[in-house]
């Protein structure tokens, strides 16, 4: 009894460090992603990157210098942190979270509907 109260003290110690541990992450994150907005704006109005339907960029035509490839990883960093708080799968925050881009996307910008096709706003 004493080594199941221990273990389950020890899984408890160690939940609460890794989530110190995310909190402390998502900071970083939500930092490099803070200081991307303005060149991926830059990109999304020239065409280059548009917005698909799982909540991640796309590269439409030329280049864009790895920044989709970078905000994709912190973007799925942070969608699989809110689903696990809210019990809903990365997949569905992204998705949700593309709609809220789309309804809040300036004209011009590439986006991805529902079925994958793709259309300027």
Known sequence: MKTLFFRLLFVSALFFATSAVRAEDMGVVRGRMEQRVSRIDALKTSGVLGEDNRGFLAVRSGSDGGIAAAENA????????????????????????????????????????????????
């Open 74 to 121: 912190d973007r799925a960093t942070v969608y699989a942190v809110l689903g696990q708080k809210t019990g809903a799968t990365a997949d569905a925050v992204g998705k949700a979270r593309a709609r809220q881009i789309a309804a809040g996307s300036a004209a011009g910008v590439w986006l991805q509907r529902g079925n994958g096709e793709w259309y300027k706003k």
